[in-house]
Structure formats: C-alpha cells, structure tokens
C-alpha cells in the first residue's frame, strides 16, 4: 500500500521581512489535525519551524489560531486531507516569527507588565 502524504505551504520569516514559504511533505492519516502535521514538521524536519500551541481540550486555549488557505481557524481543530493547504499566521495581529503572532489582549498585556490586575474602568 503507498504512504499517502499531506502537502502544506507554510509562510515563514519574522517583522520586515518580505514573506517566504517552504513547502513540507508529511505522511497523511485519517482525522490528522494541522496542528498534529506542524508539530510533526518541527519534530522530523524543521526544529525552527515556530508555531503557538497549548492544547488541554480541543479549541479551549485559543493559542493555535492561524490562517489555513486564507481562513481563521484553530490549527487543533482543522483536519488535513491530501489536497495541499497554504498555512500562514493571522494577519490581524502583530507577527512575532513565522505563524506565531503576539495574540495576548491589550488588557491582559498591561497587567503581565505592571504586574498586577488592571480595572475594566
């Protein structure tokens, strides 16, 4: 029986620089997630590769959200087939470095650098 294979274009590079992509071939399996063939590139072919995840339950954490041929979705949550996909970060939000952007509220933002809960006030 021959391997069937998912083809992903991922978009890479950090602030400024003009966008580039690389191309990964991962082995395909039934239900397999964009987030399970991510994390399979970073462990077999690319460690550079930088994505965001913090998976406790399925689409509860909200840190894999990403852009897959031009729609917002959760990486967790998005399953593969063979057909290839375009997989880039969210372009409503400041890019840090390849699919990782800086996703935490402004509010939440200001309490981790004052140190303390700010008032909705």
């Not at 580039?20 to 399996?29: G, I, K, L, N, S």
């Not at 239900?31 to 063939?37: Q, T, Y």
């Not at 399979?40 to 998976?55: T, V």
Request: proline letters at 7%; a positive charge; one cysteine or more.
């Amino acid at each position: 029986m021959t391997e069937r294979s998912a083809h992903l274009r991922i978009q890479r590079g950090g602030p400024g620089d003009a966008p580039a992509h690389d191309d990964f071939e991962v082995p395909y399996r039934n239900g397999m997630s964009v987030l399970d063939a991510l994390i399979w590139i970073r462990a077999n072919r690319d460690s550079s590769l930088a994505f965001r995840y913090s998976c406790t339950n399925a689409n509860t954490c909200k840190e894999c959200m990403i852009r897959v041929d031009d729609k917002t979705v959760y990486a967790c949550t998005k399953r593969l087939d063979t057909t290839p996909v375009s997989v880039g970060p969210l372009t409503n939000k400041r890019l840090l470095r390849d699919l990782v952007t800086d996703v935490v509220p402004p509010r939440e933002k200001l309490s981790l650098l004052l140190g303390k809960p700010v008032s909705e006030e």
